[in-house]
C-alpha cells in the first residue's frame, strides 16, 4: 500500500474526530472554554430531539414522550448556551427565538388551545421560567410582544387562579377543570408563581410583584407544604382540596427545591434583606438530599425508578442553583463544590450512545449508565452551564435589560383562554383525564411508572 499525502491527511482527521469522539466528553468545572466545548457537544444531542427543525414536524416541540413544559424546560437551558457559550450563531439563535415564540399561544401567555389536555400551572410556569430567562439576558424581543410583557402575561393569569376557596389560597395544579388533577394543589405550580413573581420584582424593580411572592411563600407554610420538622426544612409534593390540603404528600423532588432557592435568591437580589438569603440558605442545606457522594442524584426516583419528567428535573436544579451563586454570592462557598463535581461527573457520563457522547442518567455511575433521551442531555448542559454562570450579568430595566413592560398583558378579562372555559369535545376531555389520572399516579406513587 501507498502513502500518499492525501491517504495521511485523511487518516489523520479520522483519527482525531476518533480521539475526539471516544470517551467522556472532558470538562474542567468553571473553565468557560472547556465548559462550552462540552456543552456544544450536549446541545447537539439534545437537538437531535427537536421536532422544529425536521420536517413536518412542530416549532417549539420536541419528539415524544417529551410533553409541552419539557419544551419550556430545554429552551431555558438553550438560552443559557446561547448567551454563554455561543452568542453569535445566528442558526441557534432563530431556533431558540422561534421555538420559544411559537408556542406563546393565541394570547401570548403560553396557554396554547392545543395543550389544554395536558397543561397545568406548572406547565405554564416552566414557559415562564424560559422567558424570563430571555428577559435577564437580554435576548432579542420579538416586535409585537416583548419576553417581558409576555412573562408579565404568565404571571397574571396564574396569580389570577389564585384559588382562596380551598386551603386558604394557593394555585391548583391543573388549570382546566377537565384535567385530574385540577383538584390537587402543589408545591411546584406555586414555587413557579414564586419564583417568576421575584424575578419581576427584581427586574421591573414594581413592589406589586415582590407582595405576591410573600404571599405565595407565606400560604406554602400555612397549608404545610413548607414545614421545618426536627430542625430541617421539608418541601412537600401538594395535597388534595377535599380535605382542605390536610393529608400532605411529602415526596420530595430537586426542581421543587431549586425553583424555591433561586426565588429566594431573586427576593434576596430585589429587598437586600437578610430574611431571604437566609429562607435560600435553608433550603439549600435541606437538598443535600439530592446529593449521592457530592453528586446530583434524584434521590425519590433513583435508580432505576424516574419517569420520563422526573428525569429532566435536575436541569431546573442545576439552573437555579447556579443563578443563586450569582445573586446571593454568599451561597458560592456552599454550592461551588457540589456545582463542580455534578458538572464533571455528568460530563464523564457523557460517553454512550451511538456518537459515543451521549449522556446518562445517573452521574455516580462510572460511565454512561445505558439511560438516554432529552432529559439526560438537558441535565448534563444545565449542570455544565452552572459553573460558569457567574459570569454573565442577569439584568433589569435599569442595567442592561430592554425588554419592554407591559403591566396588564393577559388580564384582559374578555379572554376566555384566561378564564379556563375553551371549547373542547368531550372525547377529548375523556382523554385527558385518563392521561392525567395516570401522570398524577405516577406523582403520588413514584416508583409505579415501571409497574404500568
Ligand atoms: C479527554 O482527555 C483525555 C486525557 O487528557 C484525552 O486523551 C482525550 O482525548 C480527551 N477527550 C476529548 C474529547 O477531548
Ligand atoms: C450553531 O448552532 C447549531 C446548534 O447548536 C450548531 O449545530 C451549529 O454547528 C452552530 N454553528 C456554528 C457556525 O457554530
Ligand atoms: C398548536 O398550536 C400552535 C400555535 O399556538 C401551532 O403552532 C402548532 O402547530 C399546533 N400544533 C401542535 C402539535 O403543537
Ligand atoms: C383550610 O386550610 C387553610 C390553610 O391551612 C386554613 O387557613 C383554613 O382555616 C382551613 N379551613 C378550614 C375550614 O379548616
Ligand atoms: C445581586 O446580584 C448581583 C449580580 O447580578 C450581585 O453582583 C450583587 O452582589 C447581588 N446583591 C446582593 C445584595 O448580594
Ligand atoms: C439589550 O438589547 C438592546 C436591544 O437590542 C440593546 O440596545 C442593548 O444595548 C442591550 N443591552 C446590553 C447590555 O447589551
Ligand atoms: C406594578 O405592577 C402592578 C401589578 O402588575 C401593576 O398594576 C402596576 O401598574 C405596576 N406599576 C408600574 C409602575 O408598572
Ligand atoms: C364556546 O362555545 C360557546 C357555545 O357554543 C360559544 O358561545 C363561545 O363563543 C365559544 N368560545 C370560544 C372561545 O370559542
Wanted: glycine share 10%.
Amino acid at each position: 500500500m501507498r502513502f500518499t499525502f492525501q491517504n495521511n491527511w485523511f487518516s489523520i482527521v479520522i483519527l482525531s474526530i476518533y480521539i475526539s469522539l471516544t470517551g467522556a466528553l472532558n470538562l474542567t468545572a468553571g473553565d468557560r472554554d472547556s465548559v462550552c466545548e462540552a456543552a456544544k457537544f450536549v446541545v447537539q444531542g439534545e437537538l437531535n430531539y427537536y421536532e422544529g427543525i425536521k420536517y413536518g414536524g412542530t416549532v417549539g416541540m420536541f419528539a415524544s414522550p417529551n410533553y409541552w413544559w419539557n419544551a419550556g424546560e430545554a429552551f431555558g437551558g438553550l438560552l443559557d448556551y446561547y448567551t454563554f457559550c455561543d452568542n453569535d450563531n445566528k442558526t441557534l439563535k432563530s431556533l431558540i427565538y422561534d421555538g420559544m415564540y411559537h408556542q406563546a399561544g393565541e394570547s401570548f401567555n403560553y396557554i396554547p388551545s392545543n395543550q389544554s389536555m395536558v397543561e397545568g400551572n406548572d406547565d405554564q410556569g416552566v414557559w415562564g421560567l424560559a422567558v424570563m430567562e430571555a428577559v435577564e439576558r437580554n435576548f432579542t424581543d420579538p416586535e409585537d410582544h416583548s419576553w417581558l410583557s409576555m412573562t408579565q402575561a404568565i404571571f397574571n393569569t396564574m396569580d389570577a387562579r389564585w384559588d382562596t376557596e380551598h386551603c386558604g389560597g394557593g394555585l391548583r395544579w391543573q388549570i382546566f377543570t377537565w384535567n385530574s388533577g385540577y383538584d390537587y394543589k402543589n408545591s411546584i405550580a406555586n414555587g413557579c408563581l414564586f419564583n417568576i413573581a421575584a424575578r419581576l420584582a427584581r427586574f421591573t424593580r414594581n413592589e406589586s410583584y415582590a407582595k405576591v411572592a410573600e404571599k405565595v411563600w407565606d400560604w406554602m407554610e400555612e397549608v404545610g407544604f413548607l414545614t421545618s420538622e426536627d430542625d430541617e426544612l421539608v418541601l412537600h409534593d401538594g395535597a388534595k382540596i377535599g380535605d382542605n390540603c390536610t393529608d400532605v404528600t411529602d415526596k420530595k423532588w430537586s426542581y421543587t427545591y431549586g425553583i424555591f432557592i433561586a426565588g429566594c435568591a431573586y427576593m434576596y437580589n430585589f429587598t437586600e434583606d437578610s430574611i431571604w438569603s437566609e429562607r435560600a440558605t435553608e433550603i439549600i442545606e435541606a437538598s443535600s438530599y439530592f446529593f449521592k457522594d457530592g453528586v446530583m442524584y434524584e434521590t425519590t426516583c433513583m435508580p432505576n425508578h424516574c419517569n420520563n419528567d422526573q428525569r429532566s428535573f435536575h436541569s431546573l436544579f442545576a439552573r437555579c442553583l447556579g443563578i443563586t451563586t450569582v445573586l446571593v454570592p454568599e451561597t458560592v462557598s456552599l454550592l461551588e463544590d457540589k456545582l463542580d463535581k455534578s458538572a464533571e461527573a455528568a460530563a464523564q457520563s457523557c460517553s454512550g450512545g451511538d456518537d459515543d457522547i451521549t449522556c446518562g442518567e445517573d452521574w455516580t455511575h462510572s460511565g454512561w449508565d445505558g439511560v438516554y433521551g432529552l432529559g439526560e442531555q438537558m441535565c448534563a448542559l444545565e449542570a455544565m452551564l452552572a459553573t460558569i454562570v457567574r459570569e454573565f450579568p442577569v439584568y433589569t430595566k435599569d442595567n442592561g435589560g430592554s425588554s419592554k413592560s407591559n403591566p396588564t398583558a393577559g388580564t384582559n378579562t374578555e379572554d376566555e383562554v384566561n378564564k379556563n372555559v375553551l371549547n373542547i369535545s368531550t372525547k377529548d376531555k375523556a382523554g385527558a383525564g385518563v392521561l392525567t389520572a395516570v401522570v398524577l399516579g405516577i406523582v403520588l406513587g413514584g416508583s409505579a411508572w415501571m409497574a404500568i
